[in-house]
């Protein structure tokens, strides 16, 4: 697949994040590992929706991990192989709501954000129901919701590196996303990156609407977990037997 969002700076996407957010990004992305290791020990199978440059596929993995890498972006799974010298993450290049295997995982992870990049009710459900078909009777999907706090832009700087992120609302819940990078190397050179892309604010219970009648039960709110990441995080835990449209009834306290 072309033209995807990160394709045109997946190479220095890695670097992007960690000078933009630095000991934030590291420690967010620990304790997503360590709460996966602590609700689904391994060997467990998971499958990774949204797994960008593996940034959960390659910890997971190295724990013990069967590991599934689902992305649409083909440069972005380039580097993710990079990491993965031993080829023991499988590796898929397709969208979420194309994904199709039959009750093989355990555990669905659709998280840092991954939501966002779906722009309408009809792609938020296929992705949904992907994630359902993927998982085993009593199988558990982990999901982020991000907060419309977290659609705006930031900028940062250093003697190597610059970057601006510009998010500007288009209509309704539809916004653009515009990155404009620029990396030098030691000898100062400059390479410079930009991109552009919608993505979508949901509300937490346009999505929960949409889980409950696949089938999935609200299991756990791991939100507390995560201060300041700016999402809500929950698991959802797919009927043992049965389901379907319609199958549960409305988690109330939600």
């Known amino acids: ?3 995807q ?3 045109s700076w997946a190479e220095v996407y890695d670097i992007a994040y960690q000078r933009s ?3 934030f ?11 996966i290791a602590n609700r689904f020990p391994s060997p467990a199978r998971i499958v990774d929706f949204g797994a960008g440059t593996g940034r959960l596929s390659i910890p997971l993995s190295r724990k013990g991990y069967a590991v599934t890498a689902v992305e649409p972006c083909q440069e972005m799974l380039i580097q993710l192989k990079g990491k993965d010298p031993d080829n023991s993450i499988t590796n898929v290049c397709a969208r979420m709501e194309d994904f199709r295997c039959e009750g093989k995982f355990d555990v669905a992870l659709c998280v840092f954000t991954v939501i966002l990049y779906l722009l309408d009710e009809d792609s938020l459900k296929k992705s949904l129901v992907a994630a359902y078909g993927a998982l085993r009777p009593g199988g558990m999907l982990l999901l982020d919701i991000p907060a419309d706090a977290i659609f705006r832009g ?8 610059e970057r601006t992120v510009t998010v500007t609302r288009q209509n309704g819940s539809i916004y653009i996303y515009r990155e404009d990078l620029v990396v030098r190397d030691d000898d100062g050179n400059p390479t ?5 892309f919608q993505i979508r604010h949901w509300s937490s219970q346009q999505v929960m609407d949409v889980l409950r009648e696949l ?18 995080y929950y698991t959802f835990k797919k009927a043992e037997q049965g389901g379907g449209l319609n199958a549960l009834p409305r988690v109330s306290h939600l």
Do not use: I, K
């Not at 930031?154 to 590196?161: A, N, Q, W």
């Not at 410079?192 to 552009?196: F, P, S």
């Not at 089938?215 to 809500?232: I, K, M």
């Open 1 to 3: 697949m072309t033209d």
């Open 5 to 7: 969002p990160h394709s």
């Open 21 to 23: 957010f630095g000991d």
């Open 25 to 35: 990004y590291n420690c967010l992305t620990d304790a997503t590992v360590d709460l």
């Open 154 to 161: 930031y900028s940062r700087r250093d003697p190597s590196f």
């Open 192 to 196: 410079h990156y930009g991109d552009e």
């Open 215 to 232: 089938g999935f039960v609200c299991y756990e709110d791991l939100t507390p977990h995560f201060s300041g990441a700016g999402s809500s």
